[in-house]
């Protein structure tokens, strides 16, 4: 099972042992799951403490014994809104503190998956007129998987921003599905034209993101430089077919 969630939501490696151990015992004092998890007993003991915290576990008291109880996994999602709710009380002193300092660097660089991600995320959440890309192929949709690029282009729709993106002909397929919703419209080149990289321009931004086993993005934030991009694009879709 991929865990990787888990701890994007905060919690620690032993954590998420303890908590998935109890789930597979149902019930248990501290021993079986001492026996179970592999763990050292300061650490499951350090691990049940802050999970009951955290309101993941729970126990009643049969005489002088403890007896633990993984919360229902169904509880995330009100973990999840917990976070949400806090995140939200100190956003506007976040945006306060961004909007009194200094101009951002030009490029920023984002490296792995996540930075990928977290590239595309800031594109298709500035306000303009137009979603522009050119480039990727098979090995770019394979690298974030389909669903994760149907999830992007969603919330892009959501957001309000229409995109026309130059795609080569191995990625036709995912392509059609993307095509499928609002706001979007695609066109196609020959198969020689597919590459390890995707170029992304959202008004006076540029994003080269590259999908090569060491992954990263360039992010650009400089209107000159999208201008040229933009002008690069255009000549594509001209040349490029339904």
């Given amino acids: 099972m991929d865990i990787e969630i888990l701890q994007d939501l905060g919690l620690?490696?032993?954590?998420?042992?303890?908590?998935?151990?109890l789930l597979e015992l149902g019930s248990s004092t501290a021993g079986p799951l001492l026996e179970k998890s592999g763990l050292q007993n300061s650490?499951?003991?350090?691990?049940?403490?802050?999970?009951?915290?955290?309101g993941l576990v729970n126990f009643i008291l049969e005489g002088k014994r403890k007896i633990y109880q993984a919360t229902d996994?169904?509880?995330?999602?009100?973990?999840?809104?917990?976070?949400?709710?806090?995140?939200?009380e100190i956003l506007p002193e976040?945006?306060?503190?961004?909007?009194?300092?200094?101009?951002?660097?030009?490029?920023?660089?984002?490296?792995?998956?996540?930075?990928?991600a977290e590239a595309y995320h800031t594109m298709i959440s500035?306000?303009?007129?137009?979603?522009?890309?050119?480039?990727?192929?098979?090995?770019?949709?394979?690298?974030?998987?389909?669903?994760?690029?149907?999830?992007?282009?969603?919330?892009?729709?959501?957001?309000?921003?229409?995109?026309?993106?130059v795609f080569d002909?191995?990625?036709?397929?995912?392509g059609k599905d993307i095509l499928s919703k609002p706001l979007t419209k695609i066109k196609f080149l020959a198969k020689e034209f597919a590459q390890f990289q995707e170029t992304v321009i959202v008004g006076d931004s540029v994003a080269i993101n590259v999908f090569t086993e060491n992954a990263y993005s360039i992010l650009i934030h400089d209107a000159k430089v999208a201008e040229g991009y933009r002008k690069y694009f255009e000549l594509l879709w001209k040349k490029a077919k339904i």
């Fill in 73 to 88: 996994p169904d509880y995330f999602f009100q973990f999840i809104d917990e976070k949400k709710r806090r995140f939200q």
């Fill in 12 to 21: 620690t490696i032993s954590e998420i042992k303890t908590y998935m151990t």
């Fill in 169 to 174: 002909e191995s990625v036709r397929k995912p």
């Fill in 94 to 116: 976040l945006k306060q503190k961004q909007y009194f300092a200094k101009k951002p660097e030009v490029a920023t660089i984002y490296k792995g998956k996540r930075g990928i």
């Fill in 126 to 165: 500035i306000k303009a007129k137009e979603y522009l890309t050119f480039g990727g192929g098979e090995e770019c949709a394979k690298y974030m998987g389909i669903t994760w690029w149907l999830n992007l282009h969603a919330k892009r729709v959501a957001n309000k921003l229409p995109s026309r993106q």
């Fill in 43 to 54: 650490v499951v003991h350090r691990a049940l403490n802050t999970l009951m915290e955290k």
